[in-house]
């Protein structure tokens, strides 16, 4: 059993050395052929787009793409990424129409405004 979960972790391992690789396959954006005017561009902040993948399911990924297109290169990597500078400000994100609202007023008039949802629906 202990041998097992060595195999495991070591795969694991390897698995995750292999992302790097798989990022650095994916062609990156071009904004700068973009028009001044275009949505996209105005929109770039210039910080890289989060990960959609985990390192592990992109290094499974391309480990499964170059075992099919046989072109076995790997070389496990773990390169260290820089920290950011500033870190944005949390916000609190609330759904839309959401205000908070206080006390039992604002519970009395939710109920006033359920009751007369449902008088107009007829039930």
């Not at 995750?16 to 954006?29: H, L």
């Not at 759904?95 to 949802?117: F, I, W």
Request: overall charge positive.
């Amino acid at each position: 059993m202990q041998w097992y979960l060595l195999v495991m972790a070591v795969s694991t391992l390897w698995q995750i050395s292999q992302a790097p690789e798989a990022e650095a396959a994916i062609p990156q954006t071009h904004l700068e052929r973009l028009p001044q005017q275009h949505p996209t561009r105005k929109a770039a902040t210039g910080r890289q787009p989060p990960r959609e993948l985990s390192c592990l399911s992109l290094g499974n990924l391309w480990m499964l793409y170059m075992a099919i297109f046989d072109c076995w290169q790997m070389q496990g990597r773990f390169p260290a990424f820089a920290w950011p500078e500033h870190l944005p400000a949390a916000t609190r994100k609330r759904g839309p129409n959401k205000r908070p609202q206080k006390g039992k007023e604002a519970t009395k008039r939710t109920r006033q405004r359920h009751s007369l949802a449902r008088k107009q629906n007829g039930i």
